[in-house]
């Protein structure tokens, strides 16, 4: 062999690139197999994740889907089959949650990371909340082709988050917006009415005598009808108007959206306002009104619940909630005063009484311990014998600063405050110990009656403390006497006839005072443990010139002789209204005619100077 040392050059050469080549391809062929190792890994963590994962493309406009794994099958209710080469559209409904979408559109766009919250919906149409992170996937050369949605149900921990949210925000019992929840709803309605011009109304609405309800028929009654009212209120708004439960029987309502004018000077805009807005709110207040009062049947009892509302107007009487609400309190307690189930606007000199009451309220209740209150006392005459048969003490308040004040212009807010309790017991023992003064000097003095309030009579111990008062001074021998006014004694009439005809037994006569003006049922009328018929002055004022009020005095009279009641005509003030009574058969007249209301002694000096022919 004559081989060159070219020759074994280039064996050496060859036989090193072949070495190389071999170790070459070995290496690479390593390097590929941990490659495909590691690939493998993670497509099976992906295939065995919890949570659900989506690839799209993105480099398509309409960003098919490539890959969902067994989780993402399991979430949505779909097969892979089924979606891969849709748009993710279809997991969001037909109505979709706008602001995440476009969340999520932006970021694929953008080629950016995202994280939104979105409600979703399965193959089955049932919903579930997802907590969805989105992020691009770009290739080796770090062009992005690709996003990655990774997708968490969260539905039950929302869920419980709404569940706690709903607690804090709404009442448990009638299931409407709290307090809380309402004056977001109530800020926000005026963020909005401001920007847009509009009127925002805010009804206040206290039940009417709902006290009653709970003290006679128990607090789980009381629940019952106050969920009934809440029904019966959101039965009368729109869907975009608030109620709330502010406190036990006090309801608010947001109405908004009512229309104003633009552009007009200051005082007519309020002008306009007050009248564009005021037939919508007095619709729906209207509608409010007859909705709630319809009766309510519970137990087998029939319960006449009305309400009274105030409303204050966005921006005319206060530009902040707060004040909105305490405009509209206000009002509302201008409704009570004005005789309760209507409703009042709020008007800046409400402000002024609700503040005089709160301090009147403070005084009087001083005046009870300072013995400021009295009682005047106001005959009844019996017409045939010409006597004094009874007298009706009226209560009067004699205040250090404002001197003799009458009932009218302080009873309502003793029955507010519950002070009515306490001054009329005082009343009661006060009229028996009177009786009991006069009767030592006369047999025949006149029996005294007194007015009952309602808060008085559904106290549980309303008969036994008459009983005790009575029993002090000898039963048979009291001569005390209640008037009751008719819608009173109607409100709870099984209640009230067994608690009447307990005291009736005690020797205690029972009037219907103010008769006429209520709504009596005749049926009930026949039993109720009544002595007399009070006819309400408004009859008898007219009955000399009106000839309705005549016939109606005439036929209340023969009304209650058919039923073998008393009936006396109050407020009477004229020779010709006395005469007449005396033609319809009237049994007594009280009014100016005889006397006025006089204090004790005044009262013993004129009985014992009058004198009327007997008819
Ligand atoms: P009422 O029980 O219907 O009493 C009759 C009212 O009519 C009394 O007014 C009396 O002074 C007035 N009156 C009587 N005759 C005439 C008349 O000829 N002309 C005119 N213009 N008025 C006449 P008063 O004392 O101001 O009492 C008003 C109301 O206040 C009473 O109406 C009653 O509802 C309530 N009230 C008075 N005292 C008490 C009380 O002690 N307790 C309770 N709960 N309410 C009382
Ligand atoms: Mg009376
Ligand atoms: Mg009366």
Request: charged letters at 25%.
């Given at each position: 062999m004559n081989e060159t040392p070219i020759f074994w050059i280039l064996l050496i050469v060859c036989t090193a690139a072949a070495g190389v080549g071999i170790l070459a391809v070995m290496f690479t062929s390593h390097r590929y197999s941990r490659a495909d190792k590691a690939l493998r890994l993670r497509n099976r963590a992906i295939e065995s994740s919890v949570n659900a994962v989506m690839i799209a493309k993105s480099?398509?406009?309409?960003?098919?889907?490539?890959y969902v794994n067994p989780a993402f099958e399991r979430m949505t209710g779909y097969t892979s089959k089924e979606i891969?080469?849709?748009?993710?559209?279809?997991?969001?409904?037909?109505?979709?949650?706008q602001t995440g979408l476009g969340n999520i559109h932006a970021a694929i766009a953008d080629r950016s990371e995202t994280h939104v919250t979105l409600p979703c919906l399965r193959k089955d149409g049932s919903l579930f909340w997802s907590d969805m992170h989105i992020a691009p996937v770009c290739d080796?050369?770090?062009?992005?082709?690709h996003f990655v949605m990774v997708l968490n149900d969260i539905t039950e921990t929302r869920n419980y988050q709404q569940q706690l949210e709903h607690q804090a925000n709404f009442?448990?019992?009638?299931e409407l917006p709290n307090r809380n929840l309402l004056q977001d709803r109530l800020q926000q309605a005026v963020a909005l009415a401001r920007r847009q011009k509009h009127i925002v109304a805010l009804a206040f609405l206290d039940l009417d005598n709902f006290q009653f309800v709970n003290d006679s028929l128990g607090h789980k009654t009381g629940d019952e009808v106050l969920k009934l009212v809440a029904h019966r209120i959101r039965s009368c708004?729109?869907?975009t108007d608030t109620v709330a439960r502010l406190a036990s029987d006090e309801f608010v309502l947001v109405l908004t959206g009512i229309a104003n004018e633009e552009n007009i000077p200051k005082v007519l805009q309020r002008i306009v306002d007050t009248i564009s807005s005021r037939p919508q709110v007095t619709d729906t207040l209207e509608k409010v009104l007859s909705t709630v009062s319809q009766p309510i049947f519970m137990n087998n009892r029939e319960l006449d619940i009305t309400c009274s509302i105030g409303v204050s107007l966005f921006p005319h009487d206060g530009q902040e909630s707060g004040k909105l609400l305490k405009n509209a309190e206000a009002a509302m307690r201008r409704a009570k005063e004005l005789g309760r189930n209507n409703f009042q606007f709020y008007t800046t000199e409400l402000n002024v009484r609700l503040n005089d009451r709160l301090a009147l309220q403070t005084l009087l209740r001083r005046a009870l311990d300072r013995d400021e209150f009295l009682l005047h006392y106001q005959p009844k005459v019996d017409?045939?014998?010409?006597?004094?048969?009874g007298a009706e003490a009226l209560l009067r308040w004699n205040s250090p600063d404002r001197g003799m004040v009458p009932p009218i212009e302080f009873i309502a807010t003793l029955e507010d405050s519950g002070l009515i309790i306490d001054v009329g017991r005082w009343i009661i023992e006060k009229a028996v110990a009177q009786y009991a003064l006069w009767r030592e000097q006369d047999p025949q003095a006149p029996r005294i009656a007194v007015n009952i309030s309602q808060i008085q009579l559904v106290q549980k111990n309303f008969v036994p403390m008459i009983e005790e008062i009575v029993n002090k001074n000898g039963r048979k021998q009291c001569g005390l006497d209640i008037e009751i006014t008719e819608s009173l004694i109607m409100k709870d009439i099984d209640e009230n006839v067994s608690k009447l005809k307990a005291i009736q037994a005690m020797g205690v006569g029972i009037s219907i005072d103010d008769f006429g003006t209520g709504y009596s049922s005749f049926s009930h009328l026949a039993t109720l443990p009544i002595n007399a018929l009070k006819i309400d002055r408004s009859f008898i004022i007219n009955m000399a010139s009106d000839m309705d009020h005549r016939n109606i005095v005439s036929a209340i009279i023969s009304l209650a002789h058919l039923l073998k009641h008393e009936v006396v005509a109050e407020g009477v003030d004229s020779e010709e209204q006395v005469r007449l009574l005396r033609e319809m058969g009237c049994d007594d007249i009280q009014g100016y005619?005889?006397?006025?209301p006089l204090p004790s002694e005044k009262f013993e000096v004129w009985r014992r100077n009058f004198f009327l022919e007997p008819g």
């Amino acid at each position: 062999m004559n081989e060159t040392p070219i020759f074994w050059i280039l064996l050496i050469v060859c036989t090193a690139a072949a070495g190389v080549g071999i170790l070459a391809v070995m290496f690479t062929s390593h390097r590929y197999s941990r490659a495909d190792k590691a690939l493998r890994l993670r497509n099976r963590a992906i295939e065995s994740s919890v949570n659900a994962v989506m690839i799209a493309k993105s480099s398509d406009p309409d960003n098919p889907i490539e890959y969902v794994n067994p989780a993402f099958e399991r979430m949505t209710g779909y097969t892979s089959k089924e979606i891969l080469g849709r748009n993710i559209n279809f997991l969001f409904g037909a109505e979709p949650d706008q602001t995440g979408l476009g969340n999520i559109h932006a970021a694929i766009a953008d080629r950016s990371e995202t994280h939104v919250t979105l409600p979703c919906l399965r193959k089955d149409g049932s919903l579930f909340w997802s907590d969805m992170h989105i992020a691009p996937v770009c290739d080796d050369k770090g062009k992005n082709t690709h996003f990655v949605m990774v997708l968490n149900d969260i539905t039950e921990t929302r869920n419980y988050q709404q569940q706690l949210e709903h607690q804090a925000n709404f009442d448990l019992l009638t299931e409407l917006p709290n307090r809380n929840l309402l004056q977001d709803r109530l800020q926000q309605a005026v963020a909005l009415a401001r920007r847009q011009k509009h009127i925002v109304a805010l009804a206040f609405l206290d039940l009417d005598n709902f006290q009653f309800v709970n003290d006679s028929l128990g607090h789980k009654t009381g629940d019952e009808v106050l969920k009934l009212v809440a029904h019966r209120i959101r039965s009368c708004i729109r869907t975009t108007d608030t109620v709330a439960r502010l406190a036990s029987d006090e309801f608010v309502l947001v109405l908004t959206g009512i229309a104003n004018e633009e552009n007009i000077p200051k005082v007519l805009q309020r002008i306009v306002d007050t009248i564009s807005s005021r037939p919508q709110v007095t619709d729906t207040l209207e509608k409010v009104l007859s909705t709630v009062s319809q009766p309510i049947f519970m137990n087998n009892r029939e319960l006449d619940i009305t309400c009274s509302i105030g409303v204050s107007l966005f921006p005319h009487d206060g530009q902040e909630s707060g004040k909105l609400l305490k405009n509209a309190e206000a009002a509302m307690r201008r409704a009570k005063e004005l005789g309760r189930n209507n409703f009042q606007f709020y008007t800046t000199e409400l402000n002024v009484r609700l503040n005089d009451r709160l301090a009147l309220q403070t005084l009087l209740r001083r005046a009870l311990d300072r013995d400021e209150f009295l009682l005047h006392y106001q005959p009844k005459v019996d017409l045939r014998s010409g006597k004094v048969t009874g007298a009706e003490a009226l209560l009067r308040w004699n205040s250090p600063d404002r001197g003799m004040v009458p009932p009218i212009e302080f009873i309502a807010t003793l029955e507010d405050s519950g002070l009515i309790i306490d001054v009329g017991r005082w009343i009661i023992e006060k009229a028996v110990a009177q009786y009991a003064l006069w009767r030592e000097q006369d047999p025949q003095a006149p029996r005294i009656a007194v007015n009952i309030s309602q808060i008085q009579l559904v106290q549980k111990n309303f008969v036994p403390m008459i009983e005790e008062i009575v029993n002090k001074n000898g039963r048979k021998q009291c001569g005390l006497d209640i008037e009751i006014t008719e819608s009173l004694i109607m409100k709870d009439i099984d209640e009230n006839v067994s608690k009447l005809k307990a005291i009736q037994a005690m020797g205690v006569g029972i009037s219907i005072d103010d008769f006429g003006t209520g709504y009596s049922s005749f049926s009930h009328l026949a039993t109720l443990p009544i002595n007399a018929l009070k006819i309400d002055r408004s009859f008898i004022i007219n009955m000399a010139s009106d000839m309705d009020h005549r016939n109606i005095v005439s036929a209340i009279i023969s009304l209650a002789h058919l039923l073998k009641h008393e009936v006396v005509a109050e407020g009477v003030d004229s020779e010709e209204q006395v005469r007449l009574l005396r033609e319809m058969g009237c049994d007594d007249i009280q009014g100016y005619i005889f006397s006025k209301p006089l204090p004790s002694e005044k009262f013993e000096v004129w009985r014992r100077n009058f004198f009327l022919e007997p008819g």
